[in-house]
């Protein structure tokens, strides 16, 4: 995230902290009162409804959404009267109180990616992953990254499609801890 310049002018993507599992909803009703386009990055996953398996969508970022909104002339704070906003994220003092922004590259390569199904996790995954592999990650914010595999979250002998493993990525110049779906994963 990074903060607005003053010689900037024009909308930007900003970050709505909301109550998880409310953040479709919540889009939804900052559209519907305040008019301000609103991306909830989504995920195809499989899910259980009613005893019988189904693809759902789900919100990539628990609690997080990204209404856009020009700091200058609209006023952003009438996101914070929405039912279920926390808060929005990066109000800083030496900002003059504005919010921080995502830039619109990210948010439109995040749209690119969803549209081409980089975030469909119901795909079969491969087997046969292990603790300290190096992988390749396929799919997401982080593709074309390489990795360790540090653990897997489900406790079992081998990688299955509702697995998920923590990874260690070299990113901006540190060790970064993520956790992603076995499916997003390719061996190297």
């Known amino acids: 995230m990074t903060h607005p310049n003053t010689s900037y002018s024009g909308p930007l993507w900003h970050v709505a902290m909301v109550e998880t599992r409310g953040e479709i909803d919540v889009a939804k009703d900052i559209y519907d009162t305040l008019r301000y386009p609103v991306f909830v990055p989504a995920e195809r996953v499989w899910t259980v409804s009613r005893g019988r398996r189904v693809i759902a969508c789900k919100p990539m970022f628990s609690g997080y959404i990204f209404p856009r909104v020009d700091p200058y002339r609209e006023d952003w704070q009438r996101i914070l009267d929405i039912d279920g906003v926390i808060d929005v994220l990066g109000k800083p003092v ?23 199904g980089a975030f469909d996790r119901t795909k079969i995954a491969p087997d046969g992953f292990k603790i300290n592999d190096m992988v390749r990650v396929s799919e997401g914010p982080f593709a074309g990254f390489n990795a360790v595999i540090t653990e897997f979250i489900a406790k079992m002998r081998s990688a299955t499609a509702s697995k998920r493993a923590k990874l260690l990525v070299a990113f901006m110049g540190r060790m ?10 390719e061996k190297i």
């Open 94 to 116: 030496s900002n003059h109180g504005r919010p921080s922004y995502v830039p619109t590259v990210w948010v439109d390569a995040m749209r690119r990616a969803q549209d081409m």
């Open 176 to 185: 970064t801890a993520i956790e992603m779906d076995v499916t997003a994963l």
